[in-house]
C-alpha cells in the first residue's frame, strides 16, 4: 500500500467514525455469530438484543473452530463481561441515583451507601471494570471496582439534579486530563496502523504535515493512565518520539538510562 492509499484510508476511517458509521468484515460477523451461541450471551445480552442480533446476521455461517486452534499456557484471565454491566448501564442511561453495597480493598463492608452513577470505564491496565460516580452523602467523586460491588438498586432522581451533577463531575474528569504529541518518525510511516492501533483505547487527534512528512499524534489522557501510554510508548521503540510532553519525555528519559546502565 502507498503512501496515498493510508492517506485515503485513514480520512475514510476518520469519517465513518465521525458520523457513527461501523464497518463489519464478514469474519467480524461469523465471529458474533458464534459469540451469540455461547451460554454467557444469556447474561451479555437482553432476548429482544439478541433476537435482533440473529435477524441482522441471518444465514451468516459461524466460526469453525473445530480446529486449527491452539491455546498456550498463560496466566489466569479475569472476565471482561460482569453481571453488572447491564444493570449499571441502564441507570445511566436514566440518569437515576442507586443505593450501592461494596467492599474496599481491606474488606470494609459499605452498605446502602446513596450515589449518581456517571460513567463505567474498562481499565486496559487492570483487565477489569469500574463505575465512576459521585457519593450523594460525601459528595466526593468515587472509582469503584465492579468485583467490588455486592449489590445495586435503583433510586430515583430529579433531573436538573442530575444534570447538575453530570456537569461538575465532566469538570473534574477534564481538570485530570492531560495531553501529549507524539510524532510518527517518517521512515515507519508505513506502519501508521499498527502505532494508531497502540493507542486505540484513548482519545486521539491526528494531524499530517506534507513538507516534512511527518504524523502528529495528540493523546489525551487521565493522569492515572501516563504509565500505561508509557509502556505503549516503549513497545513502539523508535517509531516514535514524544515531542510535547515534559512528564511523559522526563520518565522516557529514566526507563533509556535505566536500560543503558543495565546492558551497557
Known sequence: MNLFEKIFNYQVISRLDDSGTITVTSHERAWLKTMLEH???????????KLKLAQLLGEQAPMDLSQGFIEKAKNEEKQVYHP???TLRRLIMKRSALRMTYRIKDGKLFTNQPGFPYKLEYSMVKKEWYLLWHHLGQRAFMSTRLQNIESVTELPFREADA??????IAAILE???ETAAIEVIPAYNRELSRILYAFSCFEKEVAYSADSDVYTITLSFRSDESEYVLSKLRFLG???RVVASDK???RMLESAAKA?????
Open 39 to 49: 451460554p454467557a450471551a444469556a447474561e451479555a445480552f437482553t432476548e429482544d438484543t
Open 84 to 86: 453488572l454491566l447491564r
Open 163 to 168: 444534570a447538575k451533577l453530570i456537569a461538575q
Open 175 to 177: 481538570s485530570r486530563k
Open 238 to 240: 523508535k517509531r516514535v
Open 248 to 250: 511523559l519525555r522526563r
Open 260 to 264: 543503558l546502565a543495565r546492558y551497557s
